[in-house]
């Protein structure tokens, strides 16, 4: 009698435990009809998107650039100096001196160098290292009715002479002869200076550029 019941209880039991299965194999197979005892999921790529005509810009960088600037400094140099005065026709003829000295005190103002009518004043500078030497010497020139002066701060100018008598410049010639002169030179330079400053540059610019968007790790899922 015992037999019987454990028999009929385990025979449904079994019979339970099938239908179980079989109800959550099929609820698997409807997601893709595979049916039977197993069950997959599909993921697909998307298809590739191409987005053309961009344009890209970079952002703004920051460079250093030397900007130029004019500034001054003092110059000064013992120089010797000599003179001529030219003639419409180019010839130089010897300067008259204003004063016989060669050595020219740091305190003396007034002019050094003057030319008789209707010539212009000619000056020929170099450095003075001892001896009179103008390998490497520079000119300028005055015009016409103007002498050479020195002012009281050692700047070495063109002046409009003082009024003389007509044979001023011949008689100083005769009384002092043509000759050169030593002098302190002090003078305001100007050159140009450079200085860093940081300015803000436009990154640089495409136009026309495309990009592929292929899905990354994304996809459809079916």
């Not at 010797?80 to 050595?103: K, L, N």
């Not at 005190?105 to 010539?119: F, K, P, V």
């Not at 001892?130 to 009281?152: I, M, N, P, T």
Request: net charge neutral.
């Amino acid at each position: 009698m015992n037999v019987n019941v454990n028999a009929n209880a385990n025979a449904n039991a079994s019979a339970a435990a099938r239908a179980g299965i079989n109800a959550r194999v099929g609820g698997y197979g409807n997601l893709r009809g595979g049916g039977g005892g197993s069950a997959y999921v599909s993921v697909e790529q998307p298809y590739p998107t191409v987005i053309q005509g961009l344009t890209v810009e970079a952002g703004a960088v920051a460079q250093v650039i030397r900007v130029p600037y004019e500034a001054r400094r003092r110059w000064e140099k013992r120089v010797v100096i000599q003179a001529f005065c030219i003639d419409d026709r180019g010839s130089p003829h010897a300067a008259a001196q204003v004063i016989p000295d060669r050595d020219i005190h740091d305190g003396y103002e007034g002019e050094l160098y003057r030319c008789i009518a209707g010539t212009r004043l000619q000056i020929t500078w170099a450095e003075w290292l001892g001896q009179v030497s103008f390998d490497h010497g520079e000119s300028f020139y005055c015009q016409k009715g103007e002498a050479l002066w020195r002012d009281r701060a050692g700047g070495l100018t063109c002046r409009v002479q003082r009024p003389e008598r007509d044979c001023n410049e011949r008689s100083l010639l005769r009384r002092y002869g043509a000759g050169i002169k030593v002098v302190t030179w002090i003078r305001e330079e100007v050159y140009t200076e450079y200085r860093e400053e940081t300015v803000m540059a436009q990154g640089a610019s495409i136009t026309g550029a495309s990009i592929m968007l292929d899905g990354g790790v994304g996809g459809r899922v079916f």
